[in-house]
């Protein structure tokens, strides 16, 4: 048998982010072969994924990042079991390298920033890994991203939250631009403005309107005129641009903008949450 040493046992920990205890097992197992005791470790954290892929994965953290000249954003979830692990800053680690690759490669997709390789192994693989490292399912969720002349990225203090703002053109104002990205935090508007809102959403709120309209006795003919104004407060409350500014209630975000930049409007955005 071979004999194994703390410095073998170091060296697989540092190459896989595996425990202590659970590298010496499998330097144990392989007879101190380095690659089959790097395999043995991937493949209990296959197992233990296989073992729990009927475990819901709640919690975890959402992290949003831009690239250095603010013209591209992504925001990614990595989800475990349980908040402990959430918190913990190995796992966030690992969730940051992610989210330094989707910024980096800018993937087509989920199942594309899977394939990208941190250190040799693919991204997929890594997740897979963490399973049998931490005892958990690990998944990695979502994945989106934002391309425009300038973007804001924001993260929630606790981790489970994060937006992307694209406006229309460069050097906006940090504040400014962070202040657009907590209110869709704090607001999660539907669209950026009406003509964004999709017609489905729009057919709903008319529904909706004629129904509450009827059930409070109003005339037939009144109908429609009453659903369309319940629309308008529909657009205010809901709409990014409309929306009042969460720290000056007195002005909505177009005319927040407006103040900063006459020229300033909002693209798009983007926003996930892991919250319940």
């Not at 053109?169 to 009406?194: H, R, S, T």
């Not at 509450?212 to 308008?232: C, F, R, S, T, Y």
């Amino acid at each position: 048998m071979a004999q194994i040493t703390a410095s073998d046992v170091n060296k697989l920990r540092k190459s896989t982010g595996a425990g202590m205890m659970d590298c010496k097992k499998a330097l144990v197992e392989a007879d101190g072969d380095f690659d089959k005791a790097t395999q043995i470790i991937r493949e209990r954290g296959q197992a233990i994924a296989n073992k729990r892929s009927d475990r819901e994965a709640s919690e975890g953290v959402v992290l949003a990042k831009t690239n250095d000249d603010n013209t591209k954003g992504a925001i990614i979830s990595l989800n475990c079991e349980t908040d402990f692990v959430a918190k913990n800053n190995d796992f966030v680690a690992v969730a940051e390298k992610i989210l330094n690759k989707a910024v980096e490669n800018f993937p087509a997709d989920i199942d594309a920033l899977k394939q990208i390789e941190i250190d040799g192994k693919t991204i997929g693989d890594i997740v897979v890994e963490q399973s049998g490292i931490i005892g958990e399912k690990i998944e990695l969720s979502f994945f989106d991203k934002l391309e425009a002349e300038y973007i804001s990225a924001y993260i929630h203090s606790d981790k489970k939250l994060a937006t992307l703002v694209g406006f229309n053109k460069a050097g906006v104002d940090e504040q400014v631009g962070k202040d657009v990205a907590m209110q869709v935090a704090a607001m999660n508007p539907v669209a950026v403005d009406e003509n964004q809102v999709p017609q489905e959403v729009i057919e709903k709120e008319l529904e909706i309107g004629r129904h509450q309209a009827l059930a409070e006795g109003k005339p037939e003919n009144l109908v429609d005129k009453i659903a369309e104004g319940k629309l308008g407060k529909f657009y205010k409350e809901n709409t990014l641009v409309n929306q009042a500014f969460i720290k000056d209630s007195k002005m909505s975000i177009k005319q927040y903008l407006q103040q900063a930049d006459k020229e300033l409007t909002i693209k798009a955005f983007k926003r996930y949450s892991i919250k319940q």
